[in-house]
């Protein structure tokens, strides 16, 4: 069953490079072809035009955009060996841990270019005591740090939040 034709956004030709990215980790196809994937990927319109492009990859490479696989059969809880259960719980703490390491990384990120910032503009500045150069440092801080580390604290709780609620 295939979704009627429309424009896809970046964010959905992201999630297609990422799964054509997988496909060339796998050794599914060469990088030439990878190549040549991602630049009609780059230049897709519609969801129709990334089609072509993963119907020879298994389904769980497809980007949501080409359509969902078929529903997997679903295996009654009580027939999971216990290996399986713990193989599964072990693997989603793991996505939930690489999660939490790119947040702390991109906060990290945030950190050192504050404080290179403030060593490489802030701190002459302050020491000149040029209130122009002050205001300007004080300005670009607040634009490319201040600001994004902002949203990096809200997604954070706003992720917390709805692990309690999903809990």
Do not use: C
């Not at 230049?43 to 949501?64: C, G, I, M």
């Not at 996505?95 to 947040?103: G, T």
């Amino acid at each position: 069953m295939s979704d009627p034709r429309y424009l896809i956004s970046d964010t959905e030709r992201d999630e297609a490079l990422r799964h054509l990215r997988t496909a060339l980790e796998e050794g599914r196809f060469s990088v030439d072809e990878h190549g040549q994937r991602t630049q009609e990927t780059l230049q897709a319109r519609t969801n129709e035009d990334l089609r072509p492009l993963f119907d020879d990859l298994p389904q769980q490479l497809w980007p949501s955009t080409v359509g969902q696989p078929p529903a997997p059969t679903v295996i009654p809880p009580a027939t999971l060996g216990t290996e399986d259960t713990a193989h599964h719980k072990k693997r989603n703490e793991e996505d939930e841990d690489e999660e939490d390491r790119e947040r702390d990384t991109n906060f990290a990120s945030l950190a050192g270019l504050g404080g290179f910032f403030f060593l490489i503009w802030g701190l002459p500045a302050m020491v000149n005591g040029s209130t122009g150069s002050v205001l300007a440092f004080l300005g670009f801080f607040f634009v490319f740090v201040l600001t994004p580390a902002a949203v990096q604290i809200t997604r954070s709780f706003r992720d917390r939040r709805r692990g309690i609620e999903g809990a």
